[in-house]
């Protein structure tokens, strides 16, 4: 497993993030699936822009966000 | 400044080294001009592939000239500091319009320039909004808005979209309108955490200027690491030395001062500024 930390990702058509720690689980991600790991033909589920037009974020979560994190079950 | 020439003889002193920026964020911090013709251009029909997406009479038309990358326009610059969309767009056709659509985290801000938008939310709001109008719609955790001209004339909109400053933040819809005939020749903050400003969650402040005579006036960015993108909505722009025409636009960072000087024909100049 990569030491690197997980990555935050934002599609820049719609702004639909996607966490590495949270995975997709209701699309076939599980909990720290790695963007590098996810097939370039992937699109975001909610508008289809394609994964090369997601943006690496660095903005942190509101406050009580995201409202289930695995990390914090664990 | 990190060393131009790596052969050089002189030793680096320890923490000269910066990460080496990506293409993408040295396109996001740096000054351009940008001329109209220059911007990105779609043209989506209520009909075919896009159908979904766009409503309308079967001859509606939705046009979008784009400043950043957005959508199918993807040969362009990807953004300015914290701005990814700058449009300038024209529905044409009643019913023509963005059907309800997901989104998250941007802060959408939408300035009517004619007819009228009728933009509806998952906040909760129908709202009709006419020229001077505008509105900032924080998506958040997620929100879903349908956009349309119900009139029979051209909808001309500018839509803005800025990244948030914390991510799934509450949704939020706020409102406001620039008087043109009252705010005459002043610049005016329009979004942006000053008195009177609709208050987003960013670092970013939106200004207007209408103008029917020619006017000088300094703009002075909140601090050195702020950029300001100028475009001109109508007439003229003489803007740091760089005359501007009609849906021209520049962006300059790193400025204490930038001078502007209106033409003393009608001008409407829209300003954003934005931290790095």
């Known amino acids: 497993m990569s030491n690197e930390p997980l990555k935050r990702l934002m599609c820049l058509g719609c702004g639909f993030l996607y966490d590495e720690a949270l995975g997709l689980p209701e699309h076939g991600l599980p909990p720290g699936t790695r963007w590098a790991d996810i097939p370039e033909d992937w699109a975001c589920p909610d508008c289809g822009t394609p994964k090369r037009h997601f943006e690496m974020v660095e903005i942190p979560y509101a406050l009580g966000q995201p409202e289930f994190c695995p990390a914090d079950a664990a | ?276």
């Open chain 2, 1 to 276: 400044m990190r060393s131009a020439n790596p052969n050089s003889a002189r030793p680096m002193p320890p923490n000269a080294f910066q990460p080496i920026q990506t293409i993408k964020e040295m396109l996001m911090n740096s000054s351009f001009v940008m001329r109209a013709s220059e911007r990105g251009y779609n043209r989506f029909l209520s009909t075919g592939a896009a159908s979904s997406y766009i409503g309308g009479h079967p001859d509606s038309i939705l046009t979008r000239h784009s400043s950043f990358n957005f959508g199918p326009y993807q040969a362009g610059r990807p953004g300015f500091g914290r701005l990814r969309v700058f449009g300038d767009e024209t529905f044409s056709g009643a019913g023509c319009g963005y059907n309800i659509h997901p989104h998250h985290n941007f802060i959408i801000c939408a300035f009517v320039l004619e007819c009228q938008l009728t933009h509806i939310n998952t906040v909760g709001n129908i709202d009709q909004l006419t020229p001077g109008d505008f509105y900032a719609f924080s998506a958040g955790s997620g929100g879903k808005h349908c956009e349309v001209n119900l009139k029979q004339d051209d909808l001309h909109v500018i839509y803005i979209w800025m990244m948030p400053d914390q991510l799934l933040l509450p949704p939020l819809y706020s409102r406001s309108h620039f008087d043109a005939l009252s705010s005459r020749n002043k610049l005016v903050t329009l979004v942006g955490n000053v008195d009177g400003g609709v208050r987003v969650s960013q670092d970013v402040k939106v200004s207007r200027l209408v103008s029917d005579k020619s006017i000088t006036l300094e703009y002075v960015p909140t601090s050195a690491v702020h950029g300001v993108y100028a475009s001109v909505l109508e007439g003229t722009v003489d803007c740091a030395g760089t005359p501007l025409e009609r849906r021209d636009s520049t962006g300059i960072w790193g400025a204490e001062r930038i001078p502007l000087r209106t033409s003393a024909q009608e001008t409407d100049l829209l300003i954003v500024e934005t931290a790095a």
